[in-house]
């Protein structure tokens, strides 16, 4: 069946269809991992946006029913070269075109995702629609150009958990698959604050030793502190971190008072709190082979990204240093506070998919967390 993404610059690629039919609409973003199109499908901070994966086969690892990053598939639409239904891996259960459709998500192949990204890169990410029932031009362009633009939108807030849980899964080991932790392991407390929290920084959590309680997004800082945790974990999200104002001055709240450790949205947003400023980006970092710098190593790291928003640390004065640096765009990649216990990254240390290279971020905020006790 044909289908085709027309963007809201009016150029259009056509392709076939595979997942659910029908017509979606997002911000088209690209995606660089050459593989973890499962994590990449079920990461929430996906949320309102179409990605294009810039590796050209997918498909060939089917889907299982381990490698998932949240509870349902939160991006609105899929594109890629050449989708393969042949799927072979001892772990697969499924396709990922019945996976697509089994969850609605639409998707586009058997286009040219080259010329996609390279468009992408020079006139920046746009708004897109998919569609397998309408390919007039001046229709698709009259619908995708009615969608609301990602600056200015609060997404965190329809993905984050009603009410607060307990989490004790750990990594994932080959021949064991992901364990459970036992009380004696979990020594420090820690309050997770939900965004659209992967699941993976769950784990990475659990198993570097913390006792983790995963709570809403608006959870009252009055209500965490009284839980008297060892730290706090600000979690990525989709969307714009400056409209959530509510989120915001409830992290400033917890400024001063204990231990903070922010992940991409939950460093955006932990920028904002500390009277920063956050700004879009061109077409922002999305791919898991993305180099950065730890600047008080001067290690380079090879990290897991998924961000369009970035914070500007000038903005932020001398409360706060530039920790790590993006080795391809010179943007910010992780920020410390000068005189608290607090620090943030822009990137994934939990990866998931994505090399293990930051995974030492989670010991870190645990250490921060001993000498803070
Ligand atoms: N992965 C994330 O947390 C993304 C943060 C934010 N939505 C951005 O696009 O920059």
């Not at 910010?332 to 607090?342: A, K, N, Q, T």
Request: proline share 5%; charged share 20%.
């Amino acid at each position: 069946m044909k289908a085709v993404l027309a963007l809201a610059d009016g150029r259009i690629f056509a392709g076939k269809s595979f997942g659910a039919s029908g017509e979606a609409t997002g911000e088209v973003v690209f995606n660089t991992a050459m593989t973890g199109y499962q994590e990449v499908l079920t990461d929430p901070s996906y949320r309102g946006q179409m990605v294009t994966m810039t590796y050209t086969q997918i498909g060939n690892t089917g889907i299982n029913p381990e490698d998932i990053e949240s509870r349902q598939l939160y991006l609105s639409g899929f594109i890629v070269k050449e989708y393969h239904d042949f799927h072979s891996n001892w772990r697969a259960t499924m396709s990922l075109d019945s996976y697509l459709k089994e969850n609605g998500v639409v998707g586009i192949q058997g286009l040219d995702t080259r010329a996609l990204t390279r468009h992408l890169r020079d006139k920046g990410a746009q708004n897109g629609i998919i569609s397998t029932v309408d390919f007039d031009p001046e229709s698709l362009l009259r619908k995708v150009r009615a969608v609301p633009s990602m600056a200015g939108l609060d997404l965190a807030s329809g993905v984050s958990c009603d009410k607060p849980y307990h989490w004790t899964e750990k990594l994932w080991e080959l021949g064991e698959g992901y364990g459970q932790a036992t009380p004696a392991e979990l020594k420090y407390k820690v309050v997770a604050y939900d965004f659209g929290i992967k699941y993976n920084i769950l784990r990475c959590l659990v198993s570097a030793g913390c006792d983790v309680t995963v709570v809403p997004a608006t959870f009252p800082a009055e209500e965490a502190l009284a839980m008297n945790p060892d730290g706090i974990f600000l979690s990525n999200g989709p969307g714009d971190p400056e409209p959530m104002t509510a989120v915001i001055e409830n992290i400033r709240k917890l400024v001063g008072k204990k231990p903070i450790f922010g992940i991409c949205l939950g460093h955006q947003l932990l920028g904002l709190a500390l009277g920063g400023r956050t700004m879009k980006l061109k077409f922002g970092n999305h791919g898991s082979n993305l180099p950065v710098m730890d600047l008080a190593t001067r290690k380079v790291e090879i990290t897991a990204q998924n961000h369009g928003f970035s914070v500007d640390i000038v903005s932020l004065g001398h409360a706060c240093e530039l920790a790590h640096e993006n080795l391809n765009d010179q943007t910010v990649e992780g920020m410390r506070h000068r005189d608290l216990p607090i620090f943030s990254v822009q990137h994934h240390p939990e990866a998931s998919p994505g090399p293990h290279d930051s995974h030492y971020l989670f010991s870190r905020f645990v250490e921060m967390m001993e000498t803070n006790r």
